[in-house]
T-cell receptor, first 111, second 112 residues
Framework: QKEVEQDPGPLSVPEGAIVSLNCTYS??????FMWYRQYSRKGPELLMY????GNKEDGRFTAQVDKSSKYISLFIRDSQPSDSATYLC???????????FGKGTLLTVNP | DVKVTQSSRYLVKRTGEKVFLECVQD?????MFWYRQDPGLGLRLIYF???????EKGDIPEGYSVSREKKERFSLILESASTNQTSMYLC???????????FGPGTRLTVL
């Protein structure tokens, strides 16, 4: 079983839709969870950072962590064409001092 | 605002050439990382450094070396470039190991 699994998509939604992006993981020691957004031919940029379980909201973005299910989600409300990008989850914790990344989900928001 | 810069956005080299990719961060971060990113394979860690002159191998170090002579600068060296090293190379830095990493814009390297 891979440490982090992320559906690669592609995911195509109309403008204004609610988008749900997800990752599952196997290492129960993970406690730091991040979401990065990567536009085509650019470096990833940090979008959301959460520690342990719970929700965190920032504008149209909500990050959710369910440690009991080893499942994290990123919700995008009122999606915009400018949200079209690849979204990468990342996590760390315990003896794993490096970030472990998902392979990314390609999202397209159509006007 | 955090800033990681990379020396080139696009680079074209020939097989067998020695290639230097340079990364500079202005955040006084202890840790710096080099990744390569390929379609379907995601981000793979090549090397990282947790202090000046200190380095550790990542998941795919073969064919690469690194140098960190100053805290803000981390170089990736391809001793003899090969076509299978054609890739997007990303540098990142973080304050603590396991902490959020801040990425540079990437260098798209093509080896002919």
């Amino acid at each position: 079983q891979k440490e982090v699994e992320q559906d690669p998509g592609p995911l195509s939604v109309p403008e204004g839709a609610i988008v749900s992006l997800n990752c599952t993981y196997s290492n129960s020691a993970f406690q730091y969870f991040m979401w990065y957004r990567q536009y085509s031919r650019k470096g990833p940029e940090l979008l959301m950072y959460t520690y342990s379980s719970g929700n965190k909201e920032d504008g149209r973005f909500t990050a959710q962590v369910d440690k009991s299910s080893k499942y994290i989600s990123l919700f995008i409300r009122d999606s915009q064409p400018s949200d079209s990008a690849t979204y990468l989850c990342a996590m760390s914790g315990g003896s794993n001092y490096k970030l472990t990344f998902g392979k990314g989900t390609l999202l397209t928001v159509n006007p | 605002d955090v800033k990681v810069t990379q020396s080139s956005r696009y680079l074209v080299k020939r097989t067998g050439e020695k290639v230097f990719l340079e990364c500079v961060q202005d955040m006084d971060h202890e840790n710096m990382f080099w990744y390569r990113q390929d379609p379907g394979l995601g981000l793979r860690l090549i090397y990282f450094s947790y202090d000046v002159k200190m380095k550790e191998k990542g998941d795919i170090p073969e064919g690469y070396s690194v140098s960190r002579e100053k805290k803000e600068r981390f170089s990736l060296i391809l001793e003899s470039a090969s076509t299978n090293q054609t890739s997007m190379y990303l540098c990142a830095s973080s304050l603590f190991l396991g902490d959020t990493q801040y990425f540079g814009p990437g260098t798209r390297l093509t080896v002919l």
